[in-house]
């Protein structure tokens, strides 16, 4: 297979979804989202109860992408330096060194990152805009690709930290991984019966169909996907009218707009399209807005939700044609 040939970098890519489904049933919309986001550089937030196969999902992408992938548990205790790296005393030298954190790697998986002190969520903030950590004034680039995936438990909410806006505004996605479907659900327990071991991917057959070479080539051709000033003008509007809807205390900022409009072009290469449709917009809607609304505290009392006025506000914005 030929990397260089973009043809060849979308198929391996489409065939991520294949590859992670040796390992992980039924969650065939987060791998896109994941792949879509390795090719616009940027982050995603994964929201799901405990036990549907989150982190699995991250480490069988990883292995059909043959990256490197490191999982840190986010605790009360942890410390910024437990994931940037620190400067560590050499006596033989006489002189500090720095010792690399778990951030230096591929596929940063951050499990449970609403269970750490806002200070240690702080520390990643660099590393998502700036693909770099400071230590001592000197900066570190990480590695390329670079993309933190990081979990949260949608309805526990003792001894956790709500990420802060700011932070929540680095992820380009917010994918929810939901409980499977019955049919799903049976499959996945037939697997297990037949012996399968979640933390034994090579015998569940998952290999390496893609690398970086595809990577590269894929955001090569995402830069030239273009998108007409109707189209721009629709994603703006979209964005403005969150600002504007009574429920919503803060709507979605221009970086949401840049960050929706990055995802469709990305989706609409990965459809054999060189050109963003409405349609790529309104399919990117909800996992690229729903974590850039705050709702008013009565509205969520009342049971709003942001995909509730994500729906809204795609249903009332004039489509352009």
């Known amino acids: 297979m030929n990397a260089r040939d973009p043809e060849a970098a979308r198929g391996a890519l489409q065939a991520l979804r294949d590859e992670v489904g040796k390992a992980v049933v039924g969650q065939d919309a987060a791998v896109t989202g994941l792949v879509i986001a390795l090719l616009c550089r940027r982050h995603v937030l994964l929201e799901g109860v405990p036990g549907v196969a989150k982190t699995l999902l991250v480490r069988a992408l990883a292995a059909a992408l043959s990256l490197d992938v490191t999982r840190v548990q986010f605790t009360p205790d942890l410390m910024p330096g437990d ?5 560590v005393y050499d006596a033989r030298s006489a002189e500090f060194t720095f010792r690399q954190g778990p951030v230096f790697t591929n596929l940063l998986l951050a499990d449970e990152i609403n269970r750490t ?3 240690t969520q702080a520390s990643l ?3 998502m805009e700036e693909r770099q950590i400071s230590v001592d004034g000197k900066p570190w680039p990480l590695p390329d690709p670079f993309v933190v995936a990081a979990t949260q438990n949608p309805i526990e909410y003792e ?3 709500p990420l802060p806006e700011a932070q929540l505004d680095r992820f380009l996605l917010k994918l929810a991984v939901p409980l499977p ?7 996945i327990l037939a697997r297990h019966a037949a012996g399968f071991d979640p933390r034994d991917l090579a015998a569940a057959g998952v290999r390496a169909v893609a690398g970086t070479a595809e990577l590269q080539a894929g955001r090569a051709e995402v830069a030239r996907v273009t998108a007409r000033s109707e189209v721009l003008g629709y994603v703006v509007d979209i964005c403005r009218a969150t600002r504007t809807t009574p429920v919503v205390q803060l709507g979605v900022s221009p970086r949401g707009a840049t960050a929706l409009l990055a995802a469709s072009r990305a989706w609409a290469w990965l459809s054999g399209r060189d050109y963003v449709t409405p349609d790529d917009i309104k399919a990117l809607g909800r ?3 729903r974590h850039r609304l705050r709702l008013r505290p009565e509205a969520e009392l009342d049971g709003a939700t942001a995909d509730g006025v994500i729906d809204g506000v795609l249903s009332t914005v004039p489509v352009p044609r």
């Open 159 to 161: 001894g956790t930290y």
């Open 287 to 289: 996992p690229a807005l």
């Open 83 to 87: 994931i940037t790296g620190s400067l």
């Open 181 to 187: 479907e019955r049919e799903d659900e049976v499959a």
């Open 117 to 119: 002190p806002p200070k």
């Open 125 to 127: 903030l660099e590393a």
